[in-house]
């Protein structure tokens, strides 16, 4: 069975500081791993899935398979940036079925 | 497009009551995914459809829970007798018949259960 670890509830940094939100993963398989963002009184929206390689707002994470980890990076935090952040995983080998979601940080950037 | 509509946003139920959550998918979206989300905790996956089928039931409680997708109409989440261990927040994410990166599921914006 597949688990999603996101250690930290709350994280706190200041505008344009580096932020770092951790999640790791535990899964026999070779995984997707995704991060979900949802903005105050908006719907969980998709940010970055691994497989894109891409850059969104600023954002980067990396799939390590050696640590099993998918870190959600930016380098300068910006205040529309505070929200919860979820890391979700996909069992591979299916291109469709479920989402397993960590518990979740909550991002607040101090002006 | 409006998106993954779901209704009620706010729904308040007694003990043993039943309870019918509505979800919507985005146009041309064929594949439906319920999730809870209890107080303190993240997402978690319920079942999985596809028009008239259900794909993945593997996360649904084994007793009073039940959902459909059918031909025409919104997918229908079900809860009978209601506890108040119930009360929490249900998602409901669609996404395109496509593959790879075709594939990303969309949320709407939840139904939040309250059993009295």
């Known amino acids: 069975a597949q688990r999603v670890t996101q250690p930290e509830k709350l994280l706190s940094v200041f505008k344009g500081a580096p932020v770092e939100l951790k999640c790791n993963y535990s899964y026999s ?4 791993l ?11 929206q998709l940010l970055l899935r691994h497989i894109s390689r891409e850059s969104i707002k ?18 300068f935090a910006q205040e529309e940036d505070s929200a919860m952040y979820y890391c979700a995983l996909r069992a591979g080998g299916t291109s469709y079925g479920k989402l397993t979601f960590g518990q979740g940080t909550i991002l607040t950037v101090h002006p | 497009n409006a998106g993954v509509m779901q209704n009620p946003r706010h729904l308040v139920r007694r003990r043993g009551q039943e309870a019918r959550l509505r979800c919507s998918p985005m146009k041309g979206h064929s594949h439906v995914y319920w999730y809870r989300q209890l ?56 996404s395109p018949p496509g593959q790879g990166l075709l594939n990303t599921q969309y949320f709407g914006p939840g139904t939040r259960l309250t059993v009295l």
Not at chain 1, 35 to 43: A, C, F, N
Not at chain 2, 56 to 74: C, H, L, Q, V
Request: charged share 25%.
């Open chain 1, 29 to 32: 398989g070779s995984p997707e």
């Open chain 1, 34 to 44: 995704f991060w979900y963002v949802q903005y105050s009184r908006q719907r969980l």
């Open chain 2, 39 to 94: 107080p303190e905790e993240g997402l978690k996956f319920m079942v999985y459809l596809q028009k008239e089928n259900i794909i993945d039931e593997s996360g649904m409680p084994k007793e009073r829970f039940s959902a459909e997708f059918p031909k025409e109409g919104p997918s229908i989440l079900r809860i009978q007798q209601v506890v108040r261990g119930d009360s929490a927040a249900y998602f409901c994410a669609s």
């Open chain 1, 58 to 75: 600023g954002f980067t994470a990396d799939l390590n398979k050696g640590e099993t980890s998918f870190h959600l990076k930016k380098p």
